[in-house]
């Protein structure tokens, strides 16, 4: 068969770095933010599959899609942000569409009715912050630092309560003695408590390939680099700092997860010799990493798959291509590159 290419669409944020999507794609930049690049069928970014007779949606071509890749490219801090769950997701988005807040509206928050774990795979050097980090590291930071408010207000109220002061009172004295890029945070948005909450959290550097998971309620910011995510097809974003978008510390502080869990970052197992799983805790969606160094043949075991070249030639795919593989379709690879191979429950 021949491949069936997919054109994603390019979102345009103001986080976004100006060239690295560009370079991926092999087009000329434009002095505009390029922030993501997604494929799939949300219908915020629905991805075209272009055939012999001519481009056409990829719904048509493959059905609705139940996952979603993008490519990420962050410049600048994103939002401090969480996901619902499958429950407050259908809740979120019963109640915005009672009281009549339009799906593509600024204010909206849910405009999804399901769950949006996401898997970040870092393609350059990443930094995020991920997390709670267990409390008695932090104390020993607090003290470290002379974070003094921040450690007095973390022993007495607890992790849950320190949170909602940062987020809920202010603006903040902030300490003056941070890691870098707390300072960053600090110079950006001075006096915000989320500045306090991400002083809290895991502070992740991450290599490429390697990953996080974000399950529902994980909070989590990007801070910089480029990567590869795969997730469940919803937009559901719950902001509470670090954004001119719409910020809601309410629902934020009612979604989150907020208890220390260990480092959240996962590696990959080689499965079989060139092909690396990332251990996922969803069904909803998988990823693979593929080093191709010789021919090697991926046959579709689901319904789709989005198969994304990201570095050199494999022959059918080069760098910056992507396409489509309905179950039982196969894709013959050779050469020297580096694909993902993502897919979901339907």
């Excluded at 219908?43 to 719904?59: A, I, W």
């Excluded at 930094?127 to 008695?136: K, N, S, T, V, W």
């Amino acid at each position: 068969m021949s491949v069936q290419l997919l054109r994603g669409v390019v979102q345009h944020y103001e986080w976004g770095d100006q060239q690295a999507i560009p370079n991926f794609l092999h087009t000329e930049a434009d002095a505009r933010p390029w922030a993501e690049l997604w494929f799939g069928t949300h219908r915020s970014g629905p991805s075209l599959v272009k055939t012999p007779s001519g481009s056409q949606p990829l719904s048509i071509y493959a059905g609705e899609l139940s996952f979603l890749v993008k490519i990420i490219a962050a410049a600048k801090p994103l939002s401090l942000q969480t996901h619902p769950t499958d429950e407050q997701a259908a809740s979120g988005y019963q109640q915005e569409n009672e009281i009549g807040i339009s799906l593509d509206s600024p204010l909206r928050i849910y405009r999804d009715s399901s769950a949006k774990p996401e898997l970040l795979i870092a393609l350059t050097p990443f930094e995020a912050i991920c997390g709670f980090r267990p409390l008695d590291e932090t104390l020993e930071l607090c003290t470290r630092f002379g974070w003094t408010e921040l450690a007095s207000h973390l022993r007495e109220d607890g992790l849950a309560e320190c949170v909602r002061w940062a987020l809920t009172t202010g603006p903040h004295q902030l300490p003056t003695q941070l890691p870098a890029w707390a300072g960053r945070l600090a110079t950006m948005y001075p006096g915000n408590g989320g500045v306090l909450v991400a002083l809290l959290m895991h502070h992740v550097k991450l290599a490429p390939g390697q990953a996080l998971f974000l399950g529902a309620g994980n909070a989590h910011a990007y801070l910089g680099g480029t990567g590869l995510e795969v997730m469940s097809a919803s937009d559901n974003v719950v902001r509470a700092a670090f954004t001119r978008k719409n910020v809601n510390v309410d629902e934020f502080l009612a979604v989150a997860a907020i208890a220390p869990i260990d480092s959240p970052v996962i590696a990959p197992s080689e499965t079989t010799t060139g092909v690396w799983q990332y251990p996922v805790s969803t069904p909803r969606f998988g990823a693979q990493r593929i080093e191709v160094t010789e021919t090697r043949l991926i046959k579709a075991t689901h319904h789709a798959e989005i198969v994304i070249c990201t570095r050199g030639d494999a022959g059918a795919l080069t760098h910056g291509q992507a396409c489509i593989l309905r179950e039982g379709e196969t894709l013959s690879l050779s050469g020297d590159a580096t694909l993902f191979r993502t897919w979901g429950t339907h």
